[in-house]
T-cell receptor, first 114, second 116 residues
Framework: GENVEQHPSTLSVQEGDSAVIKCTYS??????FPWYKQELGKRPQLIID?????GEKKDQRIAVTLNKTAKHFSLHITETQPEDSAVYFC?????????????FGAGTILRVKS | DTAVSQTPKYLVTQMGNDKSIKCEQN?????MYWYKQDSKKFLKIMFS???????INETVPNRFSPKSPDKAHLNLHINSLELGDSAVYFC???????????????FGPGTRLTVL
């Protein structure tokens, strides 16, 4: 089955700096890659996603890149702010034939120091 | 206006007991999921239902039995609770179809289960 690895497990940055979180997946059949943000004690919430027919997607300070050949995708947050502090999860899905299930990475604790 | 709701929010119980967690979504979605988040924050899918039919059962012990009375509800019943069942359980829903197209999975607020 699909396996998703996520690095780093913790990341501390200074406010205003950029943060990059990387994920790799094992099954080339995966074709949907969402990123979720989970604040302490709260539910995971989608912040951005990318489909396999796209190499990059941007939404304000957040961007995601996908390299299908290398089977890795990354989350980029620019101009970080204290409210960006949370746990970030990457995930991969192989689509309807596999129940659209999301296989999550282990998460990255992002701390933005002001 | 809550999209995906779960009850209870907290559940503390003794080993060996049977308990249920309820989930409801008012988004009109046709697929619902249960995820387990362990103490290390790892999120893993347990079950998914599409239009009340079981689609995914991720080798979860049969002490866990999901029930979907209609496509807006997916409840989770757990028999003979064990210490290792302590975790946060999240319900989620999405609008999916065999024709493809991936849509966001919306998560409920979670139920923190503590087994003593």
């Amino acid at each position: 089955g699909e396996n998703v690895e996520q690095h780093p497990s913790t990341l501390s940055v200074q406010e205003g700096d950029s943060a990059v979180i990387k994920c790799t997946y094992s099954d080339s059949a995966s074709n949907y890659f969402p990123w979720y943000k989970q604040e302490l004690g709260k539910r995971p919430q989608l912040i951005i996603d990318i489909r396999s027919n796209v190499g990059e997607k941007k939404d304000q300070r957040i961007a995601v890149t996908l390299n299908k050949t290398a089977k890795h995708f990354s989350l980029h947050i620019t101009e970080t702010q204290p409210e960006d502090s949370a746990v970030y999860f990457c995930a991969a899905s192989m689509g309807w034939e596999y129940g659209n299930k999301l296989v999550f990475g282990a998460g990255t604790i992002l701390r933005v120091k002001s | 206006d809550t999209a995906v709701s779960q009850t209870p929010k907290y559940l503390v119980t003794q080993m060996g007991n049977d308990k249920s967690i309820k989930c409801e979504q008012n988004l009109g979605h046709d697929t619902m999921y249960w995820y387990k988040q362990d103490s290390k924050k790892f999120l893993k899918i347990m079950f998914s239902y599409n239009n009340k039919e079981l689609i995914i059962n991720e080798t979860v012990p049969n002490r866990f039995s999901p029930k979907s009375p209609d496509k807006a509800h997916l409840n989770l019943h757990i028999n003979s609770l064990e210490l290792g069942d302590s975790a946060v359980y999240f319900c989620a829903s999405s609008q999916d179809s065999p024709s493809g197209g991936y849509n966001e999975q919306f998560f409920g607020p979670g139920t923190r289960l503590t087994v003593l």
